[in-house]
Nanobody, 126 residues
Framework: VQLQASGGGLVQAGGSLRLSCAASGRTFSTYAVGWFRQAPGKEREFVAAISWSGGSTYYADSVKGRFTISRDNAMNTVYLQMSSLKPEDTAVYYC????????????????????WGQGTLVTVSS
């Protein structure tokens, strides 16, 4: 499966952005999908994940209540709605996919994922 992340940009603190992760392949609905981010000089960190069914989601504490992950399997797309953005949310955001056999699986470890998109830059100004 190939992934294409988009939707990044420059936004003021307190603003919102929606990222999209578009996937190729007819079996995308069998993949759990996660969003990760990497700020300059820092390790890539987990942001959010959604199960293949869309029925389960999981968030990092730092974004809980501000970010929402969702998916549209008919469109082969996963979204990350980001609200109340903070300067510390500035990073390159990556989406990743893992073939999943469990209805509620929401992987949070970067080494659990098999496929990665190219990343989209989000910059939050103060």
């Amino acid at each position: 499966v190939q992934l294409q992340a988009s939707g990044g940009g420059l936004v003021q603190a307190g603003g919102s952005l929606r990222l999209s992760c578009a996937a190729s392949g007819r079996t995308f609905s069998t993949y759990a999908v996660g969003w990760f981010r990497q700020a300059p000089g820092k390790e890539r960190e987990f942001v959010a994940a959604i199960s293949w069914s869309g029925g389960s989601t999981y968030y990092a504490d730092s974004v809980k209540g501000r970010f929402t992950i969702s998916r549209d399997n008919a469109m082969n797309t996963v979204y990350l709605q980001m609200s109340s953005l903070k300067p510390e949310d500035t990073a390159v955001y990556y989406c990743a996919a893992k073939r999943s056999y469990y209805y509620t699986e929401t992987p949070s470890g970067k080494y659990e994922y098999d496929y990665w998109g190219q990343g989209t830059l989000v910059t939050v100004s103060s």
